[in-house]
């Protein structure tokens, strides 16, 4: 039986490559000259923007997100914390990137495929939700279904069997 999964994850290959490609743009902005302006990632692989000033730490959160769009990086997969001071003289704000299915996400898009009137059915499988159903065509209509949706969440569907 023809089935997929629905599961929220970031191409972090294309996360990587926008966060080299920001680095290398505030090193060499003028109006970054000398203002200590970092984007660093933590342990979890979040984004920390170090600055001396809140408008720096502000133009540098917007050189790091055109950067994700125009790799093609969902802006519903990052969760941009409030700016906080840091020691001395700086600033620092957390952009934290989301990962995993949360149940109420995964409910809400069993509704979705419910709602759609589809010959699919949609269950919650940890992290995932797996639709299946006897038609490849039905398939691809509940994926434009969850798609339509607008999730507040980056989805991608993988694990496509026939």
Known sequence: MPSFDAVSELNMMEVENAWNQAQKEIAQRFDFKGTSTTIERDK????????????????????????????????????????????????????KLKKGLKS????????????????????????????????????QAAMQAIRAAALPIPIVFNNFRD
Not at 74 to 95: F, H, I, N, W, Y
Not at 123 to 138: M, N, S
């Open 44 to 95: 979890e692989l979040d984004f920390v923007l170090k600055a001396n000033s809140e408008g720096r730490c502000e133009a540098a959160l917007g050189v790091l997100m055109e950067k994700l769009a125009k790799r093609g990086v969902p802006m519903s997969g990052l969760d941009a914390q409030k700016v906080e001071p840091a020691g001395g003289a700086t600033v620092r704000q957390v952009v």
């Open 104 to 139: 109420e996400d995964a409910k809400k898009i069993v509704a979705v495929v419910k709602e759609s009137g589809l010959k699919v059915q949609a269950a919650i499988q940890g992290e995932a939700v797996r639709v299946t159903g006897k038609k490849r065509d039905d398939l």
